[in-house]
């Protein structure tokens, strides 16, 4: 199994990135930079890393567990997983392949609210997953 500290990493480095996409993607002209294009899908090829990290090495072995709660755990973090994934999804197909420099502001406010929900998935895991390792 993964150790926890491996995942806090995994999760410091997701958060470093998403703090400067968060204060480079307010910039219109950097929507089609090729570095700000190339840390955009660094952030998310980490991010699809760490989820997968996750799946093989930590919810099997809770799922087997003993104790109802930390099943029930795993079963909440494994739903917001495919809900996460679901977005990702959605947004990468919208707009990393995609520029479109007339709707920047849209762009913006979807990738912050990504951001955001990756930040509070950040939070949740050390609140509720890592807990029970």
């Known amino acids: 199994m993964i150790s926890v500290e491996e995942l806090r990493a995994e999760n410091n480095e997701i958060k470093d990135l998403s703090e400067v996409l968060s204060n480079l993607v307010a910039q219109a002209s950097l929507q089609t930079n090729a570095v700000f294009c190339e840390l ?16 093989r090495s930590i919810y099997p072995e809770l799922l087997n567990h003993d104790d109802k709660n930390i099943k029930q755990t795993a079963r909440d973090f494994i739903s917001n997983t495919h809900e996460l994934e679901r977005i990702l999804s959605k947004y990468t197909k919208r707009w990393c392949k995609h520029v479109n420099k ?32």
Not at 40 to 55: C, G, I, T, Y
């Open 40 to 55: 955009l899908e660094r952030f998310q090829n980490k991010l699809d890393e760490h989820l997968k990290h996750e799946a």
């Open 102 to 133: 007339e709707k920047h502001e849209e762009f913006k406010n979807e990738t912050m609210a990504v951001f955001n929900l990756i930040n509070e998935r950040i939070q949740m895991e050390e609140a509720h997953l890592f807990t029970v390792l």
